[in-house]
């Protein structure tokens, strides 16, 4: 019989990885829409998420308050130093599970869809064992 304090330990990680995936989506999605516009703006992000300005405007606040971007009414949003850190992380993590999931016959679609599920939740270490994979190219039997 499994102790009650060690089943506990991979509930606890996955609510601290809840807790951080809206940080990490929306961190990205400044970065791609930056990279893509040059500026991005509560509308923009609205509009990538289907979400209303104000849930943007909520969350924004909460990055800002946590470091992650700066943001001045009528303003772009911008990431600091540590968003833009957490925005190369998170695309990386995101990048590896698409490329992944692809490389063991996942259609494009699926792979677009579970990745952006998975990235939250997969561990350091089989983020790594993902990456050797698919670096090594190999097929599954």
């Not at 308050?65 to 990386?92: C, D, F, H, M, W």
């Not at 490389?103 to 064992?129: F, Q, R, Y």
């Amino acid at each position: 019989m499994v102790e009650p304090k060690s089943q506990s330990t991979p509930h606890r990680r996955t609510r601290n990885d809840h807790a951080t995936e809206t940080a990490e989506d929306y961190v990205e999605a400044v970065a791609d829409i930056i990279d893509a516009k040059e500026s991005c703006r509560v509308g923009d992000l609205a509009k990538r998420f289907a979400v209303s300005h104000v849930t943007v405007s909520r969350i924004i606040r909460r990055l800002q308050s946590e470091g992650l971007v700066n943001t001045q009414p009528y303003r772009p949003i911008q990431l600091t130093a540590k968003g833009k850190r957490l925005a190369v992380q998170s695309k990386l993590r995101h990048e590896i599970v698409h490329d992944f999931l692809l490389s063991i016959g996942v259609d494009e679609t699926t792979a677009m869809i579970d990745s952006e599920g998975i990235e939250h939740h997969v561990s350091p270490k089989t983020l790594k064992a993902m990456q050797r994979f698919v670096q090594n190219d190999k097929t599954l039997p």
